[in-house]
């Protein structure tokens, strides 16, 4: 099972409103992280948690508030965002550890909306 | 520094074998991968290769390493209508394995 899940799909939120996103893996990976996808470009890397631990913040506005609960869930929590926020968020789980390949897979995405 | 680019569009036959490049900078990668994104989904790892390799063969797919020219490709043979999406190559760093670099994406249309 290579299944990362993600929830919403698909959501739409005005710029003073709280939203979560939500993302779970059962493979028993160590590590998982947040991509934001503006459209026709590539992800780019948000957070990394390893061991439920932040190991990575890519200088993200502290709009976006991470949260690694355990080992299987990463959250997404968004307060006051911007229309230009408005992409595809992508969570990825990768078990890597030393000797290993760091292949990460991902989930399908939730398509955000600012408006 | 860190930078990945592949070519934007390419176009081919149905049955026909498409190829796909990327070129990066950076020589200290580790492993390189391929990623497939289908419109509106997220990212599908296809295969991935050590940097000590030339070249892995997964079915369909082949991918060739030329880490002297920095050069990476993705062959994919008998090329169906199900393959169009964009693809990603994408570098992990030998400092920091947890960092992906993504290339710039080459969106391939197959056409009948």
Redesign the interface.
């Known amino acids: 099972d290579t299944e ?1 899940t ?1 929830t919403p799909k698909h959501l739409v939120m005005g710029m003073t409103n709280k939203k979560s996103l939500k993302c779970e893996q059962h493979m028993g990976h160590r ?1 998982m ?1 947040w991509y934001k996808q503006k459209a ?4 780019e ?1 948000m957070f ?1 948690y ?1 061991y439920e631990k932040l ?2 913040n890519e200088s993200v506005p502290s709009r976006f508030s991470p949260e690694c609960p355990n080992s299987s869930l990463l959250n997404l929590h968004l307060h006051a965002l911007q229309p230009e926020d408005s992409a595809l968020y ?1 969570c ?1 789980s ?1 078990q ?1 550890d030393s000797g290993l ?9 939730t ?1 955000l909306t600012v408006t | 520094g860190e930078d990945v680019e592949q070519s934007l569009f390419l176009s081919v036959r149905e049955g026909d074998s498409s190829v796909i490049n990327c070129t990066y900078t950076d020589s200290s990668s ?2 390189l ?1 391929w ?1 497939k994104q289908e419109p ?6 296809l295969t ?1 290769i ?1 940097s000590n390799m030339d070249m892995k063969q997964d079915q369909r797919l082949t991918v060739l390493l030329n880490k002297k020219d920095k050069h990476l490709s993705l062959r994919i043979a008998d090329t169906q209508t199900g393959d169009s999406a964009i693809y ?1 190559c994408a570098e ?1 760093m030998e400092y ?5 670099i ?4 080459t969106r391939l249309q197959v056409f009948p």
């Open positions: 990362v993600q590590a992280y026709k470009k590539p992800p890397l990394v390893s190991s990575i992508l990825a990768s890597g390949a760091y292949e990460q897979y991902f989930g399908p995405g398509r | 580790t492993y991968y990623y509106g989904a997220g990212l599908q790892l991935y050590f990603f992990s920091n394995t947890d960092k992906l993504f290339g710039t994406g």
